[in-house]
């Protein structure tokens, strides 16, 4: 498995987890449910772990990838929010341990803003790799890519089997 499948395999986990994460804590304090909070802890945690593997197989694909210069800006906004992100995580994460998952209100809503803005800005993230990939070919060796689309174009072109 090269360095960018690596980062393919675990680049969904932040955003997925991070936006649980918002929605069990909005839902639990809503509903005054404990049960609901402790769930947002705990996809925030995993979050913050999972990102510090995401960021790390990133930077070590980043030099491994072919890029245009269109890529490269996509590449360095990408890099840029994603070590931003996953600081912030952390430091979310950090802020739950240490008060042990339980917020004065001012706090609460202090945290819950910026959860909310910082898992908009996951969706981000995700948004701009999946551009590279998916309007870019960015991971596709030059080689793979110029096969694969000789093999489509020679689709295109047979008849359609029944």
């Known amino acids: 498995m090269t360095l960018a499948e690596w980062h393919a395999a675990l680049n969904d986990f932040p955003p997925a987890l ?23 802890y705990w996809c925030l945690l995993a979050a913050g772990v999972t990102a510090v593997f995401a960021l790390a197989s990133g930077l070590l694909a980043e030099e491994n990838v072919q890029q245009t210069a269109e890529v490269g800006r996509i590449v360095e906004t990408h890099e840029t929010l994603g ?8 430091g979310l994460a950090g802020w739950r341990v240490w008060r042990k998952n339980h917020f004065s209100e001012p706090e609460r809503q202090s945290y819950t803003m910026v959860s909310i803005v910082g898992a908009l800005a996951m969706l981000w993230l995700a948004h701009l790799g999946g551009t590279m990939v998916y309007r870019h070919a960015a991971g596709i060796p030059s080689d793979v890519l110029r096969t694969e689309l000789r093999d489509r174009a020679d689709t295109a072109t047979r008849p359609a089997e029944r």
Do not use: C, K, N, P
Request: no cysteine; charged share 15%; aromatic share 10%.
């Open 83 to 90: 070590i931003a992100l996953t600081i912030l995580l952390a």
């Open 18 to 40: 991070f936006v649980a994460s918002v929605v069990f804590d909005l839902w639990g304090v809503a509903r005054r449910r404990e049960a609901l909070v402790a769930a947002g």
